[in-house]
């Protein structure tokens, strides 16, 4: 059964933060910790009310940028830059994912909300930003956010891509709800034991390399 469905896949989407690389880098947690110095700043507020503020628009909006754009006259470009000067040296070259990426047949593509800018030097730390086609980022999305379904639907339009040729990966469980509406075959990378799997989740991994084992095994042995 795993078989066939890897068998025609041809386009193959990835989430970024805590997707292509381990959560335990502590990457996104810079980034977190941006955002409310971010808004404590502009806002001149506390970092305790900034913290509010940014954890209630994720939650409302998809993305913290999102919900400021909404609510203030914010420069989306201001606020990428600052958040994503972050620190990537606890990013370091795996041999087996550039392994087993290289196996994939078809396309490859970042789908971040994050901005191309910072995806392409998280892509390069890895020295895997040659094996990707595309970044899709927050700014080709016009800033809609996942896990808002439009981007999805837009983005496939524009490049011609049937949903039932695609497969995404993700670390983001509501992420995945658009996707598999859509038509997709979802992929979940989480290293947290979790006893159900939702509806809209094909698959669970604990991390990316698990998943691209379980992929390529399956269609070798085709």
Not at 9 to 19: A, E, P, Q, R
Not at 48 to 73: P, R
């Amino acid at each position: 059964m795993t078989q066939e469905i890897f068998k025609k896949k041809n386009v193959w989407l990835f989430d970024l933060d805590n997707t292509i690389y381990s959560p335990k880098t502590k990457i996104f947690d810079q980034i977190d910790k941006r955002m409310k110095l971010f808004i404590s700043d502009k806002l001149k507020i506390s970092r305790d009310e900034a913290f509010k503020i940014q954890k209630l628009y994720y939650s409302k909006y998809g993305t913290t940028l999102f919900g400021l754009m909404k609510n203030y006259d914010f420069e989306p470009e201001e606020f990428l830059e600052f958040v994503h000067n972050v620190d990537l040296n606890n990013l370091k070259k795996c041999s087996k994912l550039i392994k087993q990426l290289k196996l994939l047949p078809g396309k490859k593509i970042i789908y971040t909300n994050g901005d191309f800018d910072y995806a392409k030097r998280v892509l390069c730390k890895l020295e895997i930003e040659e094996l990707f086609d595309e970044i899709f980022d927050i700014k080709k999305s016009r800033y809609i956010p996942k896990p808002k379904i439009k981007p999805f639907q837009d983005f496939l339009e524009d490049k011609k891509i049937d949903t039932k040729d695609c497969v995404y990966f993700e670390d983001l469980e509501d992420n995945l709800r658009p996707a598999s509406k859509i038509g997709m075959t979802t992929i979940h990378i989480c290293n947290e034991r979790k006893i159900k799997i939702k509806p809209f989740i094909d698959f669970r991994f604990k991390t990316i390399i698990n998943a691209l084992d379980m992929i390529n095994n399956s269609i070798k042995s085709l």
